[in-house]
């Protein structure tokens, strides 16, 4: 059984930055596929970013609404992942969700129900 423990939710103006972390407690952290989706209130869970399990190169995906603003990454010896949030928006507000699913990749890591382990989520509000 996979813990997922996020941090780094808070208030932020919109144009600000902030970093979301995920902290995992199962040693083999390096097997996860590791992502992050979000949800607003009256909204389906959106993924966010996703990162691949870690062989030599770990590939990122993400939603065509955070592109060239979030990045995703890890760090194996931490057993954490990141998701750093520049040039946020109003629209970003929601539950962030720290996720994890073995041997995942490609399209199949857009897709919520793919994912078996998930944290208890953090809230980021954008103020305008």
């Known amino acids: 059984q996979v813990q997922l423990v996020e941090s780094g939710g808070g208030l932020v103006q919109a144009g600000g930055s902030l970093r979301l972390s995920c902290a995992a407690t199962d040693p083999t952290f390096i097997n996860y596929s590791m992502a992050w989706f979000r949800q607003a209130p009256g909204t389906e869970r959106e993924f966010v970013s996703g990162i691949t399990r870690d062989i030599g190169t770990a590939s990122t995906y993400h939603g065509d609404s955070v592109k060239g603003r979030f990045t995703i990454s890890r760090d194996n010896t931490k057993n954490t992942v990141y998701l750093q949030m520049n040039r946020m928006k109003p629209d970003d507000s929601a539950v962030y969700y720290c996720?994890?699913?073995?041997?995942?990749?490609?399209?199949?890591?857009?897709?919520?129900?793919?994912?078996?382990?998930w944290g208890q989520g953090t809230q980021v509000t954008v103020s305008s």
């Open positions: 996720a994890a699913a073995p041997f995942l990749q490609g399209a199949a890591m857009t897709n919520f129900r793919a994912y078996a382990y």
